[in-house]
């Protein structure tokens, strides 16, 4: 019989998820900037989110349709939910930094409702050109 205090399991695993996401966005950044694109290149923004409750996902949701479009789908896999999330139509642009702090916040947010931050694509429709986090390894 386990005497692991569940909380402190989870606390450990959205820390490893974090620092996942984090050594990500450093290698993706990384891809980018041998491209062609820069500070002032129109990028579109795609996300995804995960979790078991479909509460706690409409709420994530709600909470990021401020800034940005979103949808809620529930996952192939039963039990899970899923929040989509785009700056289309609409653009942004990035530096280095701003890409870093977004993934932390979303790394931040999606916990504190207890879901997961999983991937996002940053796309240069004007340079045909699109990078994606899921494919990137990380050490962690």
């Given amino acids: 019989m386990s005497t692991e205090d569940p909380q402190k399991t ?11 996401r984090m050594e ?5 950044w990384a891809l980018i900037s041998e491209s062609e694109i820069n500070d ?6 795609d996300f995804l ?12 949701a709600t909470q990021l349709s401020e800034n940005y479009g979103m949808e809620v789908v529930s996952g192939k896999e039963e039990g899970y939910w899923y929040a989509k999330g785009t ?7 990035l530096t280095k930094e701003q890409h870093s702090g977004w993934v932390e ?17 940053l796309e240069a429709p004007s340079l045909g050109l699109k990078y994606d986090s899921e494919k990137i390894e990380s050490a962690s």
């Fill in 87 to 93: 700056t289309r139509p609409h653009g942004l642009t």
């Fill in 24 to 28: 990500e966005a450093t290698k993706l």
């Fill in 49 to 60: 989110h995960f979790g078991t409750s479909q509460e706690n996902i409409k709420e994530l």
């Fill in 10 to 20: 989870w606390e450990e695993y959205y820390k490893n998820k974090k620092i996942q």
């Fill in 40 to 45: 002032e290149t129109i990028l579109a923004l």
């Fill in 105 to 121: 916040f979303m790394s931040d947010v999606a916990q504190s409702y207890a879901c997961v931050f999983s991937t996002w694509s």
